[in-house]
C-alpha cells in the first residue's frame, strides 16, 4: 500500500509499504479521506510536535473517514462507513479517573510521541483496536465524517464551558476549529456568536 511519511523537518514522501494485517481483535479500514491537523502541520515543517521528535518515519493523520476493509470477527460488514476514536486509553489512574484521555501510556493516531511511533491514517489502509470504530449514519458523507474528530474538540470545549444554550459567546481563533465551535453553538441554541481572529 501506499502511505505518507514524515521522515524528518521538511522530509515527507509517498512510500510503499506493507498492507497492515489486523489480528482478531483489530479492524482494517480503507481510508477515504484524512484531514491536516496542526500537529500533522508541526511534524512536518519541524520535525516534531512540542517534545515529540519524529525520530523513525511517521504516518501522520488522526482526522478520518473511510469503510471497513477486514474484519476478522465479521461484527462489521465489508463496506460499512466509519470514522475513529483516535485514541487508545492507557492505564486506569484513581485520580484522574474520569479523564481517560490523560492515563498514562495511552496511544494517539499521527503521533511520534511513543516509540516506536504510533501510525496515523495517511495511507491507503489503516489497523485499529476494534473498540475504536465509530460507524457513521446513513447520510453523512465520508467527506464531511473527516471531520468527526475536530468537531469532537469544538464539542468538548463547550461542554466544558458548561454549554451554550441562550448564551452569549465569544470564539478566540477562527480556523477550522473555531468555525467548528461556532457551527456547533448555533445549533445548541447560543444567542449570540462572536468570532475573533
Known sequence: MQALRIH???DMRLEEVDTPEPTADQIRVRISYVGICGSDLHYYFEGAN????VEEPLIPGHELSGVIDLDPQG???????VTVHP????KPSP???????LWPQGKYLGSASTHPHTQGAASEFLIVERSMIRML????????????EPLAVGLHAI?????????????????????LVASAAKV????????TD
Do not use: Y
Open 159 to 179: 461542554n466544558l464551558a458548561g454549554g451554550v444554550t441562550k448564551k452569549k459567546i465569544l470564539i478566540s481563533g477562527s480556523g477550522p476549529i473555531g468555525i
Open 75 to 81: 461484527e462489521f460488514p465489508i463496506g460499512s462507513k
Open 50 to 53: 512540542g517534545p515529540f521528535v
Open 87 to 90: 485514541a487508545t486509553f492507557g
Open 8 to 10: 524528518g523537518k521538511l
Open 95 to 101: 485520580e484522574i479517573i474520569d479523564s481517560p484521555n
Open 137 to 148: 449514519p446513513d447520510g453523512l458523507s465520508l467527506e464531511s465524517a473527516a471531520l468527526a
Open 188 to 195: 445548541l441554541g447560543a444567542t449570540e456568536i462572536v468570532c
